[in-house]
């Protein structure tokens, strides 16, 4: 960001403030009723039908993650009184099968802190939410990241911790210090969370506590040595098929060829750790997780042996064109996800297939023909790799179109927004060589074969969709018409 943008956004933010919005039990209640009211004057064009977006106003990262008494919660950043980033809450969903959600009211308001990202623990009846408070203040560098918690007994209604901040200072006093990230392991709470080094090289900081409030600093679990970035933030760090992976989302990586071509990164690292010295071992460099235009701040949750996802579906510092309708943001699909060999595959959670709301409509497509759906569709294509396939995405009554494709010639998969908005990587199917898309409102998702090359991508068409067959050769379609799983 760039002085004049820090001086313009900061004296926003003071102004806001000044508000004075509080975490009292009226506070929250005239924020619902604010919510209910306004809710009536968005434009449902781009509403997504199954994926989690805000009721109203701004959504960015994921947070708290977790499981809590039989349900799933995610929260989310979330500024209600603008489609623009705004001093953060936290917004909050809940659902039984992390394909049917359920809107809750809003979890955390600011008081002197904003509520910025961070993780969820559940330790005994209590659901623990552990975030980074950030407080604006008059001096360089204009802000102070402290961490902070907050208790529930219901999972629905949160009270701030009287002693926070929890934690407020890392080993080189670096303001940028957030998005904490916590487990348990053993006897203690372990927390990882983003920062930097003196000479602005992103890191990750490890941290062990016995009751989460009184934290020990433990090591750097992991460094940029110069060409990963000025800051990594939300970082997640968990056991998978046998390997540690540190995945977060650096800030400062320049583009590479067909790599890192959005302004922000999100991967991961894989490696070893030995919770005895608390020393991670990268083996194997940096990879991103998702290929597609919007995809930022992933998280997981590990519950019953399994691995999910979830990540925000937009990207910073380009337009949100659904903010012109009252809102804007919104978070993928949940995927589950594996390690095979070096690979994190993502597939769509089981439970997704229930959205299904049609018999499968199966057919081969003929070079030339369309499709048409309403908003939201799944396909399932495959065709021969040996010749190009490609299939155009677009409104049945215009708007935004994408090209989707596969270049025999150099094994890429692309996806193309048009005037060279495009994405690109090589694929080499680990199983299964078909396509299984996703279409809503507002978005694509497509997963390649078993999930070892995904793309997510927000599109803006208008009315339905229509898919056309442009490859010189017929595919295999097989379709479904989906239902929402998302209040409106
Ligand atoms: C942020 O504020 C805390 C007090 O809440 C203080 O201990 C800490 O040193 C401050 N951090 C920086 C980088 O100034």
Known sequence: MTGLRYIVIFAFLSLALSKSVRQT???????????LDKKPEIDPKWRLLYHVMPPVGWMNDPNGFSFYRGE????????????????????????EDLVTWKQLPTALLPDNEMCFSGSAVTDGDTMIL????????????FYNETQYLALSDDGVNFQKYEGNP?????????????????????????VIIGSKTDDSRGRV???????????????????????????????DFFELNGKFVLLMSPQGLEPQGDRFKNIY???????????????????????????GHDFYAATTLGHDGKRYLISWFNMWEVPLPEDVDGWAGAMTLVREIELIGTTIIQKPVDGQKSLRDSE????????????????????????SLDEKIELVFEGSEGGQKAWI??????????????????????????????????????????????????????????????????SPQSLRVEAYSLKRSFPE
Request: hydrophobic share 35%; with cysteine.
């Open 25 to 35: 039990d009226e506070a929250k209640k005239e924020l619902e009723q604010y919510i």
């Open 72 to 95: 799933y919660h995610l929260f989310y950043q979330f500024y209600p009184y603008d489609s623009a980033w705004g001093p953060m809450h936290w917004g909050h969903v809940s659902s």
């Open 130 to 141: 552990m975030y980074t408070g950030r407080v604006i203040s008059d001096v360089e560098p």
């Open 166 to 190: 929890v934690l407020a200072t890392t080993p080189n006093s670096s303001p940028d210090f957030r998005d904490p990230k916590a487990w348990r392991h053993g006897d203690h709470w372990y």
């Open 205 to 235: 900081l490890l941290y062990r506590s016995e009751d989460m409030k009184n934290w020990q600093f433990l090591n750097v679990l992991g460094e940029s040595n110069g060409d990963m970035g000025y800051m990594w933030e939300c970082p």
């Open 265 to 291: 990164q999100t991967g991961y690292i894989i490696g070893s750790f030995n919770y005895d010295t608390f020393e991670f071992v990268p083996e194997v460099e940096f990879q991103e997780i998702d290929f």
């Open 360 to 383: 499968a409509i199966v057919t081969d497509l003929e070079p030339n023909q369309k499709l048409e759906f309403e908003k939201a569709a799944e396909l399932i294509i495959e065709g």
């Open 405 to 470: 494709r596969w270049q025999p010639d150099v094994r890429k998969v692309v996806v193309d927004r048009g005037s060279e908005d495009i994405r690109q990587v090589e694929w080499t199917p680990l199983g299964s060589h078909s396509w299984r898309i996703f279409l809503d409102a507002s978005s694509i998702e497509l997963f390649c074969g078993e999930g070892e090359a995904v793309f997510s991508s927000r599109l803006y068409p208008l009315g339905g969709w229509t898919v056309s067959n442009e």
